[in-house]
């Protein structure tokens, strides 16, 4: 048999979408391994509907950039979502250590490490459980955002991130209720004085965000939404921001809100269910979420930074790297 030569530098592997990859380069860059190199798979049928079952010849079935990566296969490789899932297994036979993050719906054992959320029942000796989603939120990343947006600055405090998604099966909040959001944050900017740092994500409703423009107009804001208005702030508005105020839908955006020295406002957090309300009520138990609407007296505030402590573990379960410092 022929020898397989290894990249040493770290793969992430996902479906392209965003939450994925953001976990997926989260944990890679935790992991200080080197520049990891990204890839995003192009599955065809029947792959595509079938992951992460395994088919003849799926090394071909990912696409063609997935196939060359299989030739040569890292020592280690980080995927998220169910895609990923199966071309892991691929990766994982020819001799990858291999990583997956999110229930992949299948037995545990069919990969080194699987990670997943708390709120999930998945759980087995090779499982890594933490509260929340893996994110790059630490405070040098906070930094980079404020020196990023040094302009967001000359706003007038309290400066009041709004993080807006968009209703789901676990959050089914409507956008009525949203509006009523957007008019009682926007009067409390305008009796207390401050400003709005916002965004919104491909999930929210068109019409809310006309409405968040609207409500917003005559209070001072920079507003952010997924299309024609340039470079991405996010890390912009953490970094600036006094507070937050995030709807209840994304565990993503509320695990990255979590994670800054903020205090975090949870708006609509009355629909949530399943899984997403064992969430919360997680986040509420850590003293993480403010227990009283837009009231913003707060103790001292612990960030939740999860990230690093699994980068730890896994490095201590796989053996790979030195120690990450204490």
């Known amino acids: 048999m022929p020898i397989v030569q290894r990249s040493s530098a770290p793969s992430t592997i996902t479906d392209g979408r965003a939450g994925n990859v953001r976990q997926a380069v989260a944990l890679a860059g935790a992991l200080r391994l080197g520049t990891h190199q990204p890839l995003t798979l192009a599955p065809r049928a029947p792959w595509r509907w079938l992951s992460p079952r395994r088919l003849p010849g799926d090394a071909q079935g990912y696409g063609t950039a997935f196939a060359a990566l299989a030739a040569t296969p890292p020592a280690l490789a980080i995927g998220c979502g169910r895609q990923a899932a199966g071309a892991l297994r691929v990766l994982r036979a020819r001799g990858s250590q291999v990583v997956q993050i999110l229930d992949p719906r299948i037995n545990a054992r069919h990969w080194d490490l699987v990670i997943v959320p708390e709120h999930d029942a998945l759980r087995g000796s090779n499982v890594l459980t933490l509260l929340g989603s893996l994110n790059p939120v630490d405070d040098d990343w906070l930094s980079l955002g404020r020196a990023a947006f040094a302009d967001f600055g000359s706003l007038p405090g309290p400066r009041t991130a709004l993080l ?9 909040w409507t956008e009525d209720a949203m509006r009523t959001v957007f008019e009682q944050v926007a009067s409390q900017l305008r009796s207390e004085g401050g ?3 916002a965004t919104t994500s491909r999930r929210t409703p068109p019409a809310l965000s006309d409405a968040l423009r609207a409500t917003f107009a005559d ?3 920079v507003i952010w939404g997924d299309g024609g208005d ?3 702030p996010y890390a912009g508005l953490l970094g600036w921001a006094d507070r937050v ?3 209840p839908d994304s565990v993503n955006l509320l695990s990255e809100a979590c994670a800054t020295r903020l205090p975090v406002m949870v708006a609509l957090g009355d629909v949530v269910q399943g899984r997403l309300a064992r969430f919360h009520r997680a986040l ?4 993480r979420l403010q227990p009283r609407w837009l009231d913003w007296s707060h103790g001292p505030i ?3 930074r999860e990230t690093t402590r699994v980068a730890a573990e896994v490095k201590r379960r796989l053996g790979v790297g030195a120690p990450l410092p204490r």
Do not use: F, M
């Open 302 to 304: 612990a960030p939740l």
């Open 195 to 197: 400003s709005l740092l």
């Open 164 to 172: 807006v998604g968009g209703p789901t099966a676990h959050a089914a």
């Open 219 to 221: 209070v001072p804001h």
């Open 245 to 247: 105020v995030a709807s």
């Open 230 to 232: 340039g470079v991405n």
């Open 284 to 287: 509420q138990e850590r003293g």
